[in-house]
């Protein structure tokens, strides 16, 4: 820490990203991507022509890509905001609804990224401990009037909350918005984008690093009101407003169009999603209902923290928390048909191994 | 406004961008972009083998561009931040290092996003005029005990301040930070870059938007010592920890390599510069000596906001500033031969028809 950073951050912990190794081949299982290729419209649309004009700013309003949002999802013009992955969204959205006065409530186990923006703007925050089942119980929340931010499927668990109850949720009270972070609906959830029309303080938060086959692109997009949205541009054309760069834009309008190889990849996924599930209890594991593109297993032959280093030693990364609620869980992203047949391989092998030892 | 947006913005004015004009054809000249395409390093690296990997996340430390970077100005390890685009790193920096107590000074013209980051991150500011010939007094700054920021060249002026100078201003005192905004500096200026090993409170900032042709791309970065890029690394990975996407890390490292390349843009730019500078001389008008990209440029025949609206009319963007003490200069990007020619013809024919009305 050098002697001029200011004294309000010295206690600000940053949020730690899933590990990027470099160097040694791993079945990468640990960050949520999508293990297929991105459209071939958008692999077709980055060309030399496109690459060429890179000398020229990207558009700050990013008009195409919020224009094919706007059309996809059928919303009122101006309903759309986008940025430089949905991070950027988050951090955005709690800084410009939340102040020393109203913060921020969220479940215990949930993104973790949460607290961390709270922190980096100075904002309060609370926590509402899910269920026993690692549901969140919408009741918990009719008497908080600050904002409520939840993840569905919720991060880390993959569990999903039924559209009535988010309805429910947002319908408690209008003295306050609900944020839904949407990053993980596209596998087997319904959106709450519908609901839309009828609440002024929902916030729907989405992303195109797992459903749309474009991480590395860094895209995201917050849907409300207009006058929501223009708040969120007022902050990012006050911080940032070529945030999003030429290729981005390009990449996520092509995106939006294929929507037949969207429904295909997620089609997918929720099916390899079935069959490793089921593979997995087969051997004893047990796991989290999940309609997200990735599951929450447990062993009890095994910590997780045990399970994350071993699968580690021989290939294959997994995400292990320390949050004492889920730390006997790994967390694995859902990659393809013979990269989770390798998984589950192991698994078995793990199984074995410990049977002997026992 | 949402009734949900926090009071605290209540009179947030955003920054606002040059025009990026669509349909209409226009001889841009207005945000000081190369008007050279990348590099073909950056060209050919932008490949659908490349594409094709979108679907992963970038490199949260963008290691690649982050260890061309410190190669090429032969910095030690750590010493380099990347971003964004630059305003990302002043926002981080304006962020990083200031609070209530300790502010941001700069001087009365110069970049216009500067007033917008302190705004936006609830920071105090001052500034200092510049002298009757729109220069920096170094002696100016020597009882500010707040940070200081300093565009080298200046932003609106292109006026260039001696390395000598900008020591000078760095070792005046030891308690504050000197920040220098070295977005135009490839385009006749010395880089204060060599002045890194000797100065802890010197923080350096550079753009891929106008000498190495990326404007597009979006990338950033900052030097200085590695606590202070250590800090800005904590407050980047609070807000958005993979804020370049894999094609602008790409981009970056390419274009870095590159020097070649780089040298003869750079050197061409400065020629089409001094050539238009003197053409427009000739027609009668007042350039301000520039060491950027772009000149100041005004004529008592007409006011610098007819003369941007005439040249708009007839095709020809270039930028107008409402500040009263630069609003009789229109601010002109160097283009191509082609492109000045255009613009040195267009201003004579506009001089021709003022004569012949007066």
């Known amino acids: 820490m050098s002697v001029f950073f200011s004294k309000r951050f010295e206690k600000l912990v940053p949020y730690v990203p899933g590990e990027q190794p470099r160097g040694q081949e791993y079945i990468k299982l640990n960050t949520n991507e999508s293990p297929f290729p991105p459209s071939r419209k958008v692999i077709n649309a980055l060309n030399c022509a496109e690459t060429s004009l890179l000398n020229r700013y990207s558009d700050p309003s990013a008009k195409a890509l919020v224009d094919a949002l706007t059309g996809y999802y059928g919303l009122p013009t101006g309903s759309v905001f986008v940025s430089n992955g949905s991070d950027e969204s988050l951090a955005f959205i709690f800084d410009a609804f939340c102040d020393g006065k109203r913060g921020m409530v969220f479940p215990d186990i949930t993104y973790g990224f949460y607290p961390v923006f709270a922190a980096f703007f100075g904002l309060k925050y609370r926590t509402v401990p899910l269920d026993e089942n690692y549901r969140i119980s919408v009741n918990d929340y009719k008497d908080i009037s600050d904002n409520v931010i939840i993840a569905n499927p919720n991060a880390q668990t993959g569990i999903y909350l039924e559209k009535s109850e988010i309805e429910r949720l947002v319908s408690q009270r209008n003295d306050r918005l609900v944020i839904i972070d949407e990053a993980y609906i596209d596998f087997g959830g319904e959106s709450a984008i519908s609901l839309l029309p009828k609440y002024d303080n929902l916030i729907i938060v989405q992303t195109f690093s797992k459903s749309r086959n474009l991480a590395g692109a860094r895209i995201g997009m917050a849907f409300a009101s207009p006058e929501i949205i223009n708040d969120l541009n007022t902050l990012r054309n006050s911080f940032n407003p070529y945030n999003l760069d030429r290729l981005a834009i390009i990449a996520g309008t092509e995106a939006v169009k294929d929507t037949e190889y969207f429904k295909k990849c997620t089609a997918e996924i929720i099916s390899i999603r ?46 292990h928390f320390d949050d004492i609620r889920i730390s006997d869980f790994v967390r694995v992203t859902i990659g393809g048909r013979e990269q989770m047949d390798a998984l589950v391989k192991e698994c078995a092998k793990i199984i074995e191994e410990r049977k002997k030892i026992i």
Chains 1, 2 share one sequence.
């Open 274 to 319: 079935e069959s490793t599930v089921k593979s997995l209890r087969a051997l004893g594991f047990e796991i989290l209902p999940s309609r997200a593109n990735f599951i929450m297993a447990k062993c009890n032959r095994i910590s997780g923290k045990e399970l994350y280093l071993t699968l580690k030693e021989r290939g294959i990364l997994v995400r």
